[in-house]
């Protein structure tokens, strides 16, 4: 099926700086490359995504963010961009690539040194050495600096020895550690003598040629799992294993030609949270890879709901399409607008996070409102991205739940991405820290205590950073201000300001919170106590920071056609999220029960005023059409006429708008 006009400009305002990069994997990559047969066991699934994998690497479609001397093609926001097109295919497949290229080749890219990258990088570009990320453990996750394998200096024979010294030392749930990779990047504590130097990464080798352990290496496999049916995943086990002085990745810290540890970071802490920081592509990837999935989602969705009747109109008239229900149009459709304004605030974060790499620890600052950032954004999408794969399934009854539509296989996939990368909790609660604190302070030296301390010391507004949008945001809220109250529901400038209210008035109560902690006995009593407040205020901050990226994207827009089309699509983002929270709005009074059922009834209006535009929209959303045909089986053809979006005249859209 032709994409549509209008589904054409959508797409290339929606893909923005990276249409081109996406554009080829949409024109050179076959569905036979990227959509895995269903019908496959486990071993054939994992040989079969290994081979991909290769092959996505020879054709130079996953080697972007590495040293074009090394191998590497294209920008580190371009390999996000790779990342989150391959997700769209399949999820199984970007893991892979996101385990060799984001994490093992990452790791080698952002820790090591010049040896290391020409030793190591063309192989992992080429998956010629296969590589796994040991960093979690069965005894530790998210808590990384309380990992316990032990990376031990020995001067006598000028090696590090690799222990693994408890079972729950166990390296646990590693991609390509049950069957494909041949060496590991380590995660471990750092002893040079009796001094302990805290999380330090060395290159491991972990089997042959033949696949075989290598002496002092146990690996096991986790088998079957609730998905990813393609990544083996596995343990790995280390006794005493020896590796020579320059397998550290030593470029904050190893030991030197004397023997004598030294690092150009003094403070454990601040050289633990910078080496993690360089890594945190991995979590900008994850977060664009789950929001890959509900687009495929959504667009099987909204595609059947075109093609697909149920029940006549009143008098035996013709049968209904689903997508003429306003029922269906609200299950569906709010959540496409919520895809593009995730699809903007994505874009922006990729390049920020292009921006902040390449200065290479120049601006501490910007480096930490990144790292705030990209923990918000991936609880944010994987959360929304399994809420919404489920809603697609449920919406597309039967036929949703036949594995050959992708639905049900997508859904198990994309489960275990809300644990990725860091628990959705957890990274909450990081953005929520940021927001009370000054990036400047290096919250990993405070205990609980200090943490309460320092909050109660807090400047109000701090946390009130802001996109490039910002004059464009200053113009349409000084526009919505003189605007009568009845017409103030699509004024954008409107929007923002519900927005900022519900982020400042939560970050404030939260701030005063912590001030009266401040003052407990039970320090962690006090800040448990804050815990549920602390996920609100992260959870309304990057609902305002995505508002703001959708604002810039649509401004940014050259297409009048589009950019009114867009508009309506901010709209129904907006309206819908301050439909979400109608509760908090309420009770505190911002407006009363007729505002809010105004804004119910106002996103009922905006579904369908859109949902001639549906398959357009979602053609927008980027999923090349035969990729959503499985090998076995596909989803009932579209039947002819259905509406695609340009039908309607520019006119019309326009005056509506």
Request: hydrophobic share 40%; glycine share 10%.
């Amino acid at each position: 099926m032709n994409t549509s006009p209008t589904g054409a400009a959508l797409r290339r305002a929606l893909d923005g700086p990276f249409h081109q990069a996406k554009q080829r994997w949409r024109t050179e990559v076959r569905a036979s490359d990227v959509v895995r047969d269903t019908a496959l066991d486990m071993e054939q699934a994992r040989a079969w995504t290994l081979e991909k994998v290769k092959w996505l690497a020879e054709q130079k479609l996953v080697t972007a963010g590495f040293p074009s001397s090394l191998g590497g093609t294209g920008s580190l926001a371009e390999s996000v961009a790779n990342f989150e097109s391959a997700a769209m295919g399949d999820l199984s497949l970007a893991i892979k690539t996101g385990v060799q290229h984001g994490l093992f080749g990452g790791a080698i890219t952002n820790l090591g040194t010049q040896y290391h990258h020409e030793t190591f990088l063309p192989d992992a570009i080429t998956v010629e050495l296969p590589g796994c990320f040991a960093m979690t453990e069965l005894g530790h996750g998210s808590d990384v600096q309380s990992i316990e394998t032990t990376i031990t200096y020995d001067p006598d024979t000028d090696e590090y020895i690799i222990d693994s010294p408890t079972e729950s030392a166990t390296k646990a749930y590693i991609g390509s550690a049950a069957r494909d990779g041949r060496m590991a990047v380590v995660f471990g504590q750092l002893w040079v003598g009796s001094e302990h130097h805290g999380v330090h990464v060395a290159l491991v080798p972990i089997r042959d040629a033949d696949g075989n352990d290598l002496p002092g290496v146990t690996t096991g496999d986790h088998g079957l799992k609730g998905g990813l049916l393609g990544i083996d995943n596995g343990t790995i086990q280390f006794d005493q294993v020896r590796v020579p002085r320059r397998m550290l990745l030593d470029k904050y810290g190893g030991v030197d030609d004397q023997g004598n540890y030294r690092s150009p970071i003094k403070s454990k802490n601040a050289r633990f949270f910078t080496m993690l920081g360089t890594l945190v592509r991995g979590r900008v990837c994850v977060g664009g890879g789950a929001a890959s999935a509900a687009r495929r989602a959504l667009t099987i969705a909204v595609q059947y709901a075109n093609q697909r009747s149920q029940f006549r109109k009143p008098g035996l008239g013709e049968e209904i399409v689903l997508m003429d229900y306003l029922s269906h149009q609200r299950r569906l459709l709010p959540d496409v607008a919520r895809a593009y304004a995730y699809g903007y605030a994505q874009n922006e974060l990729a390049l920020q996070l292009e921006r902040i790499m390449t200065a290479d620890g120049a601006d501490p600052v910007a480096a930490r409102e990144l790292e705030t950032r990209a923990a918000g954004m991936k609880a944010l999408l994987t959360r929304w991205a399994n809420d919404t794969v489920q809603q697609c399934r449920e919406a597309c009854g039967g036929a949703g739940y036949m594995a050959d539509n992708g639905l049900t296989l997508t859904r198990q996939d994309v489960d275990i991405f809300a644990t990725f990368e860091g628990d959705n909790t957890v990274l909450l609660q990081l953005v929520a820290k940021a927001l009370l604190l000054d990036y400047q302070t290096s919250w990993g030296e405070m205990d609980l205590r200090g943490t309460a301390q320092k909050t109660a010391r807090m400047m109000g507004g701090i946390f009130m950073e802001r996109t490039t949008a910002r004059s464009v945001i200053d113009r349409l809220v000084a526009a919505a201000r003189r605007m009568p109250e009845s017409q103030q529901l699509r004024a954008r400038g409107w929007h923002v300001e519900m927005f900022e209210f519900r982020e400042s008035h939560i970050v404030e109560g939260l701030a005063q919170r912590m001030r009266a902690a401040s003052k407990a006995e039970d320090s962690f009593a006090a800040i448990n106590a804050c815990q549920p407040h602390m996920l609100e205020a992260a959870r309304a901050h990057i609902d305002r920071v995505v508002l703001e990226a959708f604002i810039e994207g649509i401004e940014e827009c050259q297409d009048e056609y589009v950019t009114a089309l867009l508009a309506k699509v901010c709209d129904l983002y907006a309206l819908a999220t301050i439909e979400a929270n109608r509760a908090w709005y309420l009770e505190h009074e911002v407006f009363g029960t007729w505002r809010s059922k105004s804004i119910i009834a106002e996103v009922d209006l905006l579904c369908g005023e859109l949902r001639p535009y549906s398959l357009a929209l979602v053609e927008g959303l980027g999923v090349p059409q035969d990729w959503l045909v499985h090998p076995r089986a596909a989803i009932p053809p579209l039947v002819s006429g259905a509406a695609s979006g340009r039908g309607e005249p520019a006119e019309e859209l326009l005056a509506v708008s």
